[in-house]
C-alpha cells in the first residue's frame, strides 16, 4: 500500500514528527506528475504554492491543535473560487478568470490545516454527467482509460481514484459528486442542502447546488465534511444548526437501522450487474442486522424532467452575469453593446450550456411558465412529500447511485436526453434538499466499480454517513483501481 | 398542455437568452429542446391540483440582517478581473451606447 492512503496516516504522521508537511505535499504532487498527463483531473496544480503552504504549516507547530486535516492535500473543483487562482468552471467563458476572494469552503480547509494542491476539471458550469462538456478537454476514468469519470465532477473523483489526492472537494446540483464517485470507485458525499456554504460557488441552479465531499473511505470523506460544514451569514441559505461529530457516527453498528429500498422506481432500468452489487449489498447489510423494506416513491420517475426544468430554468438566470463586462471573455467582434453581450456568450459559452439557458429560458418565458415551470415546481412538492412519507417507516433510502457503470467516453455526447437519464437515482435527494452517500459496493464482471447510494432526512447526514460506512466495512471492494495507483 | 416547440420559438428564446446562434446551433437545439419539451410532457399529466409549488427545498424563511457598511472586495482587485477596465478612472469599459 503507498503511504498516507488514509487522511489519519498523514495527520498522525506530521503530528509525531514521521513527516513533516512538505514531504507529504510531494509524495502526492509526485503522484499528480507521474499520473495526471494519462487522466486529465487537474486543470491547474499549485505546485510551488502548495509546498510554500506545507513548508509554512510545518514552521507552525504552535498552530496545529484542532488542525483536522493537518497537511493533507486537498483538490476542488474548478466552480469554486481560490483567490488569486485561475476558476474556470470549466469555461472557456471564464478561461483566466483569477477570483479576487476565497470560497467560504476554501478558508475553512485552510484553517483546518489543508494544503491546496489543485483546481480539477468539471463539466462546464457543472453541467454535465461526464465531464466531456469541459472546454479544458476530458477526464479519463482510472478503472478504464476509455470510459468517462462520470461528470460533472469528474476530475476531483478521477484524482482521488488515482490517489493524487487523499480528499477532494466537488459541487452537486442532480449528482455531480455521487455519480462520478461511484463511476470511480470512491466515496461521494452531497450533503443536506444549507449545510455548506456555496459562498464562493460559481451558482448553476440555487435552489439544488451544494458544495460536498469526495475520499476513498467514509471516514476521510465525512472528516473532509466536518470541516467544510457550517453556518455562514454570507450563504443566506446556509443552516445555522450545529454541526455533529460525524466521525463519532460512524460506528458500525447498524442492527436497529431501517433502510427502505424503492423497488418499483428500480425496475424502470438499471444495469443487471449494478443491480447484482446492489442486491449483494443489500443481503451484506440485513446480514449485520439491518432492517431492508421495500417504500414507494411513486413520484420518482418524474424526477428527471422535473429537475431539467427547474435546474434549466435556475441555470438561465445565474448565467445572465456572463456578458463579457466584468470577467473572462470578451467577443472581439463588436462594435456595439448588444453584439457584444450576444457574440460573448455565444463564444464563450459550449453547446451543453447554451442548450440549458434556451431551455430554461423557454420554460421561464411569457406563456411557457405555468404549463412548465410552475407544474414542474409543484411536482417538485410531490417528490418531497414522496420522501417524508418514506422517512416515516425508515432511516435510509438505498438505490444504485448511477443506473449504469462508467460509460465509453463519447458514447452519449451526441444524446442529451440519454446522459441526462444517467441522474435518475440521485437528483431526488437534490430536489428534497436531503443528503446522499455513494459508496463503493462491487465490481463489475469487467472491473467497474459499482456505487451504493444511501439518502437520509434533511440534516440527518450523521445516519447517510453511518449506513455508508457500515457497507464499506463489509464490502469485498478492493481499492484502488490497479496496482499502477 | 403547451404548444410544440418550433423555429419560430427558438429565435425567440435566443434573442431573450442574449445568445448570438449559428444557423447549425438552431437547427440542432430546435430538435433537442422539442425531443426534451416531449420527455417532460409526462409532468404536465400530472394531478396537481391545490398542491403548493417549491421553490427552495428548506422551506426556511429567508433571514435578514442589519443593513450596515462593511468592507468588501477592493475595486481595482474586481477590475482586475474585468475583460477591458479603466483602473485609473475606476469604471468596468463597453462598446460604445450612443452614437
Known amino acids: 500500500m503507498a503511504p498516507f492512503e488514509r487522511i489519519a496516516d498523514i495527520t498522525g504522521a506530521i503530528r509525531s514528527g514521521r513527516a513533516s508537511a512538505v514531504e507529504v505535499c510531494r509524495t502526492f504532487l509526485d503522484r499528480i506528475h507521474q499520473h495526471d498527463a494519462g487522466l486529465h483531473a487537474f486543470l491547474t496544480v499549485t505546485a510551488d504554492a502548495a509546498l510554500a503552504r506545507a513548508a509554512d504549516l510545518d514552521r507552525r507547530r504552535a498552530e496545529w491543535n484542532g488542525m483536522a486535516l493537518l497537511g493533507v492535500p486537498v483538490a476542488l473543483k474548478d466552480n469554486i473560487c481560490t483567490q488569486g487562482v485561475a476558476t474556470t468552471a470549466g469555461s472557456k467563458l471564464l478561461e483566466g478568470y483569477k477570483p479576487p476572494y476565497q470560497a467560504t469552503v476554501v478558508e475553512r480547509l485552510l484553517a483546518a490545516g489543508a494544503v491546496l494542491v489543485g483546481k480539477t476539471n468539471c463539466d462546464e458550469f457543472a453541467m454535465g454527467s461526464s465531464t466531456e462538456n469541459s472546454a479544458f478537454g476530458l477526464t479519463r476514468n482510472p478503472w478504464a482509460l476509455d470510459r468517462t469519470p462520470g461528470g460533472s465532477s469528474g476530475g476531483s473523483a478521477a484524482a482521488v481514484a488515482a490517489r493524487m489526492v487523499p480528499a477532494a472537494l466537488g459541487s452537486d446540483t442532480g449528482g455531480s459528486i455521487r455519480q462520478p464517485a461511484a463511476l470511480c470507485g470512491v466515496v461521494g458525499v452531497k450533503p443536506t442542502y444549507g449545510r455548506v456554504s456555496r459562498y464562493g460557488l460559481i451558482a448553476f441552479a440555487s435552489s439544488l447546488d451544494q458544495i460536498g465531499t469526495f475520499a476513498a473511505t467514509v471516514p476521510d470523506a465525512a472528516l473532509a465534511l466536518k470541516a467544510i460544514a457550517g453556518h455562514d451569514p454570507r450563504d443566506a441559505t446556509s443552516s445555522p444548526d450545529d454541526v455533529p461529530d460525524y466521525l463519532e457516527s460512524l460506528t458500525g453498528n447498524i442492527r436497529a437501522l431501517r433502510i427502505g429500498v424503492p423497488r418499483a422506481l428500480l425496475t424502470a432500468g438499471a444495469d443487471p450487474e449494478v443491480m447484482g452489487a446492489f442486491e449483494r449489498a443489500l443481503a451484506r447489510l440485513a446480514h449485520e442486522g439491518a432492517t431492508i423494506a421495500d417504500v414507494a416513491l411513486p413520484h420518482g420517475g418524474l424526477a428527471v424532467a422535473v429537475y431539467y426544468l427547474i435546474a434549466t430554468a435556475e441555470a438561465s438566470s445565474n448565467l445572465s452575469r456572463f456578458d463579457g463586462v466584468r470577467y473572462g471573455y470578451r467577443t472581439p467582434h463588436a462594435d456595439s453593446l448588444g ?83 444517467a441522474d435518475v437515482f440521485t437528483i431526488g435527494a437534490n430536489l428534497a434538499g436531503l443528503p446522499a452517500v455513494s459508496v463503493p459496493c462491487g465490481l463489475t464482471a469487467g472491473r467497474l466499480p459499482v456505487g451504493l447510494q444511501f439518502t437520509a432526512r434533511a440534516m440527518d447526514d450523521a445516519t447517510a454517513l453511518r449506513a455508508a460506512d457500515a457497507c464499506e466495512r463489509i464490502s469485498a471492494f478492493e481499492l484502488p483501481p490497479s496496482n499502477a495507483y | ?62 433571514p435578514v440582517r442589519d443593513d450596515l457598511v462593511r468592507p468588501s472586495i477592493e475595486r481595482d482587485a474586481v477590475l482586475a478581473s474585468a475583460p477591458e477596465a479603466d483602473a485609473a478612472a475606476g469604471l468596468f469599459k463597453v462598446p460604445r451606447v450612443l452614437g
Do not use: W
Open chain 1, 339 to 421: 453584439t457584444m453581450y450576444d457574440r460573448t456568450r455565444d463564444e464563450g459559452f459550449g453547446a451543453e450550456v447554451k442548450r440549458r439557458i434556451m431551455l430554461g429560458t423557454y420554460v421561464l418565458s411569457a406563456g411557457y411558465y405555468e404549463a412548465y415551470y410552475r407544474k414542474a415546481q409543484q411536482v417538485r412538492t410531490l417528490i418531497r412529500r414522496d420522501y417524508d412519507a418514506a422517512f416515516e417507516t425508515v432511516d435510509v433510502i438505498a438505490m444504485p447511485t448511477s443506473p449504469t457503470p462508467a460509460f465509453p467516453l463519447g458514447e452519449r455526447v451526441g444524446d442529451p436526453l440519454k446522459m441526462y437519464l
Open chain 2, 1 to 62: 398542455m403547451a404548444a410544440d416547440f418550433t423555429p419560430a420559438d427558438l429565435v425567440r428564446v435566443a434573442r431573450l437568452a442574449r445568445l448570438d446562434l449559428t444557423p447549425e446551433e438552431q437547427d440542432l437545439f430546435a430538435r433537442q429542446l422539442a425531443e426534451f419539451l416531449a420527455y417532460a410532457r409526462q409532468v404536465q399529466d400530472v394531478e396537481t391540483r391545490n398542491v403548493p409549488p417549491t421553490s427552495h427545498p428548506t422551506g426556511a424563511a429567508c
